[in-house]
């Protein structure tokens, strides 16, 4: 039996490791994903700045065309301008939406650890509770004349100190992490109405490119029935 009783400490000792090495190894995914989540957006900020560079070139171009005379040739390059504008003005506003959706996915992320670290605490709180209603409901006289000596009674009252103290640490802590949560909430919420205003402008934006191009389609066979 001896035997045996090793081999079941042994057991119990692989599982205690096991346990403690799934849970770091999903903290890592975890702060992994985080990261990956973070690089998406700088590389969405970069691309940004890119097509906005870009955009500036296309409106310069625009501004020279609309200066010219307005023959059919030149109101159809002007034409092509504003279709050319309005196109790289298209990226950019798509390449904001892809940001703002990487946003929300990491303002997502936060929000259910902070909710679960909340839970936690708040789990906790209410097994101190527990414990100092069940202490309370014996009375401290009764521990009092249950302690046979001073030393165990100031232990006890040491005990209890100890855990009234950490009760008010974790009421900071969870009043904290309420103020961070209430504030994520708030900027997922911000980024969410940035977002479906992008998408409104998407819309608007590529009714645009549409009306343009049909308006250089009949310039175009204008500029044919004269040749014609």
């Known amino acids: 039996m001896p035997g045996g009783g090793e081999e079941i400490i042994n057991m119990f000792r692989h599982i205690i490791i096991l346990t403690i ?9 975890l702060a992994q994903t985080d990261g990956d989540l973070l690089e998406q957006i700088k590389t969405k900020e970069a691309e940004i700045k890119k097509l906005e560079a ?13 200066n010219q005379a ?10 092509e301008s504003q279709i050319n504008k309005l ?3 298209l990226k950019v ?5 892809s940001k ?3 946003n929300i996915k990491l ?9 679960k670290k909340i839970k936690e605490r708040q789990a906790a709180m209410a097994r101190s509770f527990r414990f100092l209603a069940y202490i309370d409901d014996r009375g401290f006289v009764a521990a009092i004349l249950e302690s046979k000596k001073l030393s165990d009674f100031l232990s006890q009252s040491e005990y209890l100190a100890n855990v009234a103290g950490g009760l008010y640490g974790d009421y900071k802590i969870l009043a904290r992490d309420k103020q961070e949560l209430s504030d994520l909430l708030s900027g997922q ?16 934006k590529s009714r645009l490119v549409e009306s343009q191009q049909q308006e250089k389609n009949t310039l175009l066979k204008e500029t044919k029935n004269q040749e014609a």
């Open 93 to 97: 506003t798509q390449a904001k939406i």
């Open 107 to 115: 303002y997502s992320r936060k929000i259910q650890e902070k909710e």
């Open 87 to 89: 196109r790289a003005d």
């Open 70 to 79: 307005g023959t059919l040739k030149k109101q159809i390059a002007l034409i």
């Open 189 to 204: 919420k911000e980024i969410k109405e940035e977002l479906t205003d992008l998408k409104n402008e998407l819309q608007s």
């Open 100 to 102: 703002a959706e990487t």
């Open 54 to 66: 870009e955009l500036v070139k296309y409106k310069d171009a625009l501004s020279k065309t609309q």
């Open 21 to 29: 090495l799934f849970l770091l190894l999903g903290q890592a995914v």
